[in-house]
């Protein structure tokens, strides 16, 4: 068959020869020619045809394209399952196959709906075999690889499975193009995640949060993970270090006014951290005591200053020099001579014989000397035990005692060695619940400040002895190949970590990181990586 232009030169041709029948002939012949559709007119390769399609597409509609689209994504799996069961596609067929490739080349539309009737076929299926993949990847492969892994894995399965071969293209080169694609989805997904809450704090740093506690971005994904040993590394690096140390050093002060605020009776909270701080809730304590105390009657026995007494000496966690025992058995028969042989106080006697333990114990703990120490100790069990026979006839003390209870244990922490200016750490939290549990509590882990003291000794405590050798290297490597943005105009690597680091050690930096900033943030970051495999899909029939 003549083509058009070929038409076009015969019918000139003609008209110069002056032959009128063969002129007519060859115009009817144009005519009927340039009426036909254009699919018709081609006749020759793979790239005519699909030029062809695109030509013949630009007078559909959107939603013309988006169908299909679909149908395209039908017809491919179904194409596909053919050649599988081992018989070959007739022409039309291959024809059909690719006028659909060629649409969706040249249509957003197109591809659109291709890969909406794509998913709707596999989706599905493809999400959880992805998840099952990937539980099973997750025991060989590291954990960050194990999704990624999977995601290639199931998406190329599936894109063998569902796109139809031409020529000379194999199964390999559709799972190579599915492979890909589930893996850039999966990657971006996650990413996204990242973006939004970069780092999945641990159970027990998000106890922490909780309490408004904000672990560095490296205590918060756990003191023990890689992030948590190579923050621990970076200490130890100039510059980098200090703002490292500042930003933990942040956190042990809200633990210590987390911890403070949590035993004070009544809703009453503090500001401080230190001495200052436990100076002002015993202030808190004696207000409420008096409170609870003022025009009531207390009944206590000259003998439940005895009983306290003993308690306090037989007390295996309270060691008192013999001469120091002696000072405390002259300050109880103080006490007990104050006492009336009715047992029945006022309200203010009582408040004063506790204040005067209290004040007592308070001398003596400030003086400095271990047996000094041991004696302040001593008192503030005789002045627990008073106050529990006092509560025996004013309930509401009962609550403050146990508030009380908590506030010893902060108070001994405070005073513990290596507590500068009663700035207590970690250590000494979970030092002073040990030492005062009386008894089997702290072995179960349901000891007094045991739920604080725990999971602050091992989110913000420090788990890598490593003083910087060849931790401190290895962490100046990793750290100069990571932030080597100036690096591209000479300068060293660690100057970029270093002009970050304010910005991820400040608390607003260490929120973000936690997904702890914005409202929502934790929900989106976890949403999006809850979608990761559906991402998967939509990556992976998008590139099939």
Same mark, same amino acid.
């Given at each position: ?118 998913? %709707? ?40 499975? *569902? ?14 193009? /599915? ?5 850039? /989805? ?75 605020? /949590? ?39 000259? *003998? ?73 100790? %001593? ?45 207590? &750490? ?79 050690? &400040? ?38």
């Amino acid at each position: 068959m003549a083509t058009t232009q070929e038409l076009e030169t015969a019918l000139v041709n003609a008209d110069k020869a002056g032959d009128v029948d063969a002129a007519k002939a060859l115009a009817s012949e144009l005519t009927r020619v340039r009426q036909a559709p254009p699919k018709m007119q081609i006749v020759s390769g793979p790239e005519s045809f699909a030029n062809a399609v695109k030509e013949e597409a630009k007078g559909m509609g959107t939603l013309s394209k988006v169908a299909i689209g679909v149908s395209g994504a039908v017809n491919d799996a179904a194409m596909r399952l053919k050649q599988m069961l081992g018989r070959d596609l007739t022409p039309e067929e291959v024809q059909g196959v690719q006028a659909q490739r060629a649409l969706r080349d040249d249509s957003g539309a197109a591809l659109t709906g291709n890969v909406v009737g794509n998913l %709707a076929m596999t989706a599905a299926p493809g999400m959880a075999a992805e998840r099952a993949l990937g539980a099973v990847a997750g025991r060989v492969l590291p954990k960050i690889l194990a999704p990624t892994a999977a995601a290639a894995g199931t998406g190329a399965g599936i894109s063998a499975a *569902t796109t139809p071969l031409l020529g000379n293209e194999t199964a390999l080169d559709a799972a190579k193009a /599915g492979a890909i694609g589930g893996a850039v /989805g999966n990657t971006v997904a996650r990413g996204l995640s990242r973006v939004a809450r970069p780092i999945t704090p641990s159970a027990e740093a998000q106890a922490l949060i909780k309490e408004g506690i904000i672990p560095t971005p490296g205590r918060s994904a756990g003191a023990d993970t890689f992030a948590g040993r190579f923050e621990q590394r970076l200490e130890s690096i100039p510059l980098v270090g200090d703002i490292i140390r500042k930003g933990n050093t942040r956190a042990i002060e809200e633990l210590n006014r987390a911890a403070i605020n /949590g035993t004070l009776p009544g809703g009453a909270r503090t500001a401080l951290v230190g001495r200052r701080a436990i100076d002002e809730a015993k202030v808190t304590f004696d207000d409420a005591y008096e409170k609870a105390l003022t025009r009531k009657k207390v009944s206590i026995a000259a *003998t439940d200053l005895d009983k306290a007494s003993a308690a306090v000496k037989s007390d295996p966690d309270v060691f008192i020099p013999p001469e120091m025992e002696k000072s405390l058995d002259k300050l109880v028969a103080q006490v007990k001579a104050r006492i009336p042989a009715s047992g029945e106080l006022t309200g203010e006697m009582a408040k004063k014989i506790d204040s005067f333990l209290g004040r007592t114990a308070a001398q003596y703990n400030t003086r400095g000397g271990a047996a000094e120490r041991d004696l302040g100790n %001593a008192i503030l069990g005789v002045q627990k035990e008073v106050r529990s026979a006092m509560a025996q006839t004013i309930p509401e003390l009962r609550s403050i005692d146990s508030h009380y209870a908590s506030f010893l244990r902060v108070q001994r922490a405070a005073g513990a060695t290596g507590s500068k200016q009663g700035i207590f &750490s970690p250590e000494a939290l979970q030092s002073a619940v040990r030492q005062m549990d009386s008894g089997k509590a702290f072995s179960r882990g349901d000891a007094v400040m045991q739920n604080l003291s725990e999971p602050a000794l091992n989110v913000l405590g420090r788990t890598v002895p490593d003083s910087g050798t060849a931790g401190r290297v290895a962490a100046m490597a990793l750290m100069g190949g990571a932030a080597g943005g100036n690096e591209y105009l000479g300068g060293p690597g660690f100057i970029t970590a270093a002009a970050l680091s304010p910005l991820l050690y &400040s608390r607003a930096g260490a929120r973000y990181m936690g997904g702890n900033l914005i409202p929502g943030q934790q929900r989106a970051g976890d949403a999006l990586l809850n979608l990761a495999p559906l991402a998967s899909q939509i990556g992976r029939a998008i590139n099939q």
